[in-house]
């Protein structure tokens, strides 16, 4: 009776978290079989664009009768075999089900008394929508061919057979052979030493979720930065993305003296080709970055600080489902303004932060309301929908109105218990708001009444005591601009030699702000092109080599009808496949009839070489079909 009462329990409390926790975006059923661990084993052939191989699942069944149920997107199964004790395999038998868009089809393997172990030899499809083979021609070497991986949000399934939910973990090893010439890395130690052979091999001994399952196969050299810290680059890539990425180990450290303990081992950044299409992805042990952020000065590093951070909110304590990606990405952009405020100091952290703000209520202004709400609901929907500023920018600020409610001292020791506590487990929105009130809220009520949490997490838009970030630095960049508008000083005479990056995209927004406001001085957009003209000949922003500074310039001339900008603007659109900038470029052409002209123009030759991500985006944007 006692053992019926007990199982009553626990399958109730099983009931509890899986409803709670119940991901949309997975067919997987791991409250009745899970996935614990995958070894995977493949040839990359790139004169097929197709991984070919197999991946042996260890299962652990919770229930005994019911089948294995995976994720896939496009690959093809070539046959399934199953094992009791992980030594003799037996035929198996497998049903793929129908496609849908969004998720993919099902694949459900029945699986024999006691078996707990699957292999699938299957082959990944060209077109998979995680993978990114690039031609001689997209790389910075122009010699060898190119791999890398995107699995974040639901792409792993496009070239693995798993569970694909962020709240399913799993151990993996990987033996891998590439042409012998190449390098293959991925977010996981590597076994096979530095020799350069064509067979790697890989083992990652922490769980992590599906996600974060890493590859990329290239001509790439290593170059250390510090005792666990180094970089993987295109070889004339890789002196460049040593000096700007130098202060990596410094990071490190400043985030483990708030947060507690790198858990990871090394901390590598591998530098891709310019087609990948974020800025950077937080595979653990080895960040994914764009080259876009190698600006020459450190300018742009805060994206390393993202993705380092990521090392504690996201790869440690992971987004249950993608619902919760808040709890990824708010963290994540909450510790990055720390870690660089510890390395830069706060003036530039401020900066970033405002910069962020910014951003967040330009985006706010077009999202629906339903897109405002941390704890998103994104059934029926492509989880990168979900990835907006909201979770970043917004989640960010929520930390901040706990950070400076609660004072900075009982807030770091608040997060730092939470990672600890949390460590390598998938967790839901409902759960962080419970350890929030059980270990911060409610052992100060009075402070507690002071944030709106509810509203925070449940309700569109900011609440009212929401954060103000602001920078004085800023203010005297809005004070030269004005100057400049109101014809007061002539572009030569603004104090700029000693601007960073930050403030010099902050004095082109405000500039912008100005041109496009339609009771401003300039009226007309002929006088707007002229300002254009006057601020480029002092500046020669249509030359800048700051990714960042070029992008919001570009933006700028095609508001503007800044024509001397355009062939800039195609060779920008036509190198760089970060969806960050380039999404938004398309964006703004495709508003006039010209501009959708010249951006069909362009994305008619540049489509080829784009992320299959990016390419989605794109092809939203400017409603392409195959006819175009
Ligand atoms: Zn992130």
């Known amino acids: 009776m006692i053992y019926r009462l007990l199982f009553a329990v626990v399958t109730l409390v099983a009931l509890v978290i899986t409803v709670n926790a119940q991901d949309y975006h997975s067919y997987a059923n791991p409250a009745a079989v899970r996935v614990r661990h995958v070894d995977l084993d493949w040839n990359v052939l790139f004169d097929q664009k197709t991984l070919k191989g197999s991946a042996t699942l260890t299962v652990e069944r919770i229930s005994q009768t019911e089948p294995l149920i995976l994720d896939t997107r496009d690959l093809k199964i070539d046959r399934v075999e199953t094992s009791v004790d992980g030594m003799h395999y037996v035929a198996g038998t497998f049903k793929l089900g129908d496609n849908d868009k969004i998720l993919g089809a099902p694949l459900t393997i029945p699986l024999p008394a006691k078996a707990t172990r699957v292999r699938i030899f299957y082959s990944s499809s060209p077109g998979a929508s995680g993978l990114q083979w690039l031609d001689p021609a997209q790389t910075a070497g122009k010699k060898d061919p190119f791999l890398f991986t995107q699995s974040e949000a639901i792409h792993a399934r496009s070239w693995i057979p798993l569970q694909d939910s962020p709240g399913v973990r799993i151990t993996y090893a990987a033996h891998v052979r590439t042409p012998p010439n190449l390098l293959a890395v991925m977010s996981a130690e590597n076994l096979s030493g530095p020799a350069r052979n064509g067979d790697y091999r890989f083992r990652m001994q922490q769980a992590i979720p599906s996600y974060l399952i890493a590859l990329a196969v290239g001509d790439l050299q290593f170059k250390s930065l510090g005792p666990r810290t180094g970089v993987y680059a295109e070889p004339s890539t890789l002196a460049l993305a040593a000096r700007e990425l130098s202060d990596t180990e410094k990071m490190v450290t400043a985030t483990e003296r708030v947060y507690g303990p790198y858990r990871w081992g090394r901390y590598d950044i591998l530098v891709l080709p310019p087609s990948f299409p974020y800025g950077g992805m937080e595979n653990p042990r080895l960040t994914f970055a764009t080259p876009t952020m190698l600006a020459g000065d450190k300018s742009l590093v805060s994206l390393i600080a993202h993705e380092l951070a990521h090392s504690w909110s996201g790869n440690l304590v992971t987004n249950a489902t993608w619902r919760d990606f808040w709890l990824n990405e708010g963290f994540t952009t909450y510790l990055e303004r720390r870690i660089l405020e510890a390395v830069y100091g706060r003036p530039r952290a401020e900066m970033e932060a405002t910069l962020g703000l910014r951003d967040l209520k330009e985006e706010i202004a077009g999202l629906d309301d339903r897109d405002e709400i941390l704890h998103i609901d994104l059934k029926g929907r492509d989880p990168d929908d979900g990835s907006t500023d909201i979770p970043y920018e917004k989640g960010a600020l929520f930390l901040r109105h706990l950070e400076e409610t609660f004072g900075r001292a009982r807030f770091d020791q608040f997060l730092k218990g939470y990672f600890n506590h949390f460590a390598f487990q998938s967790i839901t929105t409902d759960q962080f708001v419970a350890y929030l009130k059980q270990n911060l809220l409610d052992k100060d009520p009075t402070l507690a009444a002071k944030v709106p949490v509810d509203e925070w997490i449940n309700h569109p ?40 990056t930050q403030e010099w995209l902050h004095f082109l927004q405000t500039v912008q702000t100005v041109l496009g406001s339609p009771t401003a001085v300039p009226e007309s957009s002929e006088a707007a092109a002229q300002s254009m003209s006057a601020l480029d000949r002092a500046f020669h922003f249509t030359r800048s080599g700051n990714s960042e ?60 070489t784009y992320h299959p991500i990016a390419v989605a985006s794109i092809d939203e944007v400017l409603k392409w079909s195959a006819g175009n």
Not at 574 to 597: D, M, N, Q
């Open 549 to 608: 500074i070029a992008f919001q310039w570009l933006l700028m001339s095609i508001r503007n009808r800044y024509e001397p900008a355009y062939p800039r603007l195609e060779e920008f659109l036509l190198t760089i496949g970060r969806r960050k900038f380039i999404k938004p470029l398309y964006e703004e052409l495709a508003k006039t009839p010209a501009g959708k002209a010249r951006a069909l123009s362009i994305y008619r030759r540049a489509r080829p």
């Open 461 to 500: 838009g900011l609440p009212a005591s929401a954060p103000k970030p602001s920078s004085p630095a800023f203010a005297r960049v809005e004070e030269q601009a004005h100057l400049w508008l109101g014809s007061k000083i002539r572009p030569e005479q603004i104090p700029s030699a000693k601007w960073t």
